[in-house]
């Protein structure tokens, strides 16, 4: 994982951005983090660990961390917007039918498909879309 966090200080830096106490600490949460979180999980987040920061504040991080390309948008709820860490291993998500809770999750599988699909299409494949839906465990109950 190329989630070293003195690389993306570099690489603020290079830019001429500083990384600041609170960016820092949201940078960490969502690396941290084992799903896409939403402005209002940030907020929670950090104020779990002593930051508190507005909700303006987190939109004007979220919007500059994603013109630095480290966070990218999650779409998979049309209500609520996503974001996660943009340089974590590939993975993708799964999101509850019913209370609209989303986790990461990872396949190998995939791999596999990707290869079968080259060798039967010849194409060179860069991109591929799949989610998975179903219920999480309390709201199986
Ligand atoms: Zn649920
Ligand atoms: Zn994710």
Redesign the pocket.
Known sequence: MSTNPEIIEQRLKASGHRLTKTRKALLNTLISSA??LSIEDMGAQLKVQGIAVNKTTIYREVDFLLKQKLLEE?RLDPERRYY?FAL?TH???IRCLSCGAIE?VSSTALEQATKQVKAGTMYQVIDHMMEFAGLCPACQR
């Open positions: 799903r896409p999650v996660e974590g993975h993708h998500h990461d």
